[in-house]
């Protein structure tokens, strides 16, 4: 194991549990100290004042380079000093003031994590559920573009937005905690018709920040197997009807016409039968007149040839 390669963790053991670890183990030498809650300058302090009431003043140095702080042993002035118990309870109130600072600056530069989701194009009606760790400082907040009407519910557990009405709507949630959590947020996504879809994203800090922008959109229809089935019947069947209406149409006017054709055809013969009878009559009367001037000469011949022997006489 190489120097480099000890890590010790100040958040989870105070720092006289830390002096005794590293020097109590033979086999370090060199430490890398983790301190993701203090101050260096703090970290610092703790670990002077407690070398010093635990007389490792001469075979434990404390190093500084950039960012990180080194425990350092002197293995040739180990064993030298006496630990007394005025140096421990002084250690030990070190420690609790060196942790409550500590905590207080946590608290004043929380780490928050900002997660910008892309935009999502949803149908109606669309809902999606936030699921996260228990913490009573949750908000909501969503604005949209238009005068639509939408639903929100909040609980320490969970926050749900739901919107039925077409329109672009931009959520954002802010949840703080106590404390820095580790924890993995979970979301669900229902829309329309469509299966539920979930998402996770994990997180590590004192609070989170979630802002996304939500498209609600009118689900298109596919027509379904009976659909498109019924859909061709009453297609067949407009047709069918449509080309009996054109068939009785084409028979009305057939039979329309056969009237008129027949109607002409009793006109025609009606006058047909009066021109014969006309023919016949006019036939009959120069018939009659040429039999009346026949006799009418023959009379007149007849008389002028008496006329005639009367003066020859």
């Known amino acids: 194991m190489t120097q480099e390669d000890v890590v010790l963790d100040?958040?989870?053991?105070?720092?006289?549990?830390?002096?005794?670890?590293?020097?109590?183990?033979?086999?370090?030498?060199?430490?890398?100290v983790k301190y993701p809650l203090v101050t260096i300058n703090t970290l610092l302090t703790g670990l002077y004042h407690a070398r010093k009431r635990l007389e490792l003043k001469r075979a434990?140095?404390?190093?500084?380079?950039g960012k990180d702080v080194f425990l350092v042993k002197n293995h040739e002035n180990m064993g030298?000093?006496?630990?007394?118990?005025?140096?421990?309870?002084?250690?030990l109130a070190i420690v609790l003031s060196s942790s409550f600072f500590g905590n207080v600056e946590a608290a004043t530069t929380r780490s928050i994590e900002r997660i910008r989701l892309p935009t999502f194009e949803l149908y109606a009606p669309a809902k999606i559920v936030f699921n996260f760790a228990y913490t009573k400082n949750v908000t909501?907040?969503?604005?949209?573009?238009?005068?639509?009407?939408?639903?929100?519910?909040t609980s320490p557990v969970q926050v749900a937005f739901e919107a039925t009405n077409l329109d672009v709507y931009t959520v954002n949630i802010d949840a703080v905690y106590d404390r820095t959590v580790n924890q993995t947020i979970t979301m669900g996504v229902f829309e329309g018709n469509r299966p539920a879809k979930a998402i996770e994203f994990d997180v590590n800090a004192d609070g989170f920040q979630v802002q996304m922008k939500?498209?609600?959109?009118?689900?298109?229809?596919?027509?379904?197997?009976?659909?498109?089935?019924?859909?061709?019947?009453?297609?067949?069947?407009?047709?069918?009807?449509?080309?009996?209406a054109k068939t009785d149409l084409v028979v009305n006017?057939?039979?329309?016409?056969?009237?008129?054709?027949?109607?002409?055809?009793?006109?025609?013969?009606v006058v047909s039968l009066v021109s014969i009878l006309a023919l016949f009559h006019s036939n009959r009367t120069l018939s009659e007149l040429e039999q009346w001037g026949i006799r009418h000469n023959a009379e007149h011949r007849k008389a002028k040839k008496e006329l005639e022997g009367k003066q020859s006489d």
């Open 140 to 153: 909501v907040k969503v604005t949209l573009l238009g005068t639509s009407i939408y639903r929100t519910s």
């Open 10 to 32: 100040v958040s989870r053991c105070t720092y006289r549990d830390l002096i005794r670890r590293f020097m109590e183990d033979r086999t370090w030498t060199r430490a890398r």
């Open 60 to 65: 434990l140095q404390v190093t500084r380079k």
């Open 80 to 91: 030298k000093g006496r630990p007394r118990k005025v140096a421990l309870i002084m250690l």
């Open 214 to 244: 939500v498209s609600v959109v009118e689900q298109p229809h596919f027509p379904t197997v009976q659909e498109i089935s019924d859909a061709l019947w009453d297609r067949w069947r407009n047709e069918l009807l449509s080309y009996e």
């Open 253 to 269: 006017k057939m039979t329309e016409t056969m009237t008129i054709v027949g109607a002409l055809g009793v006109i025609a013969f």
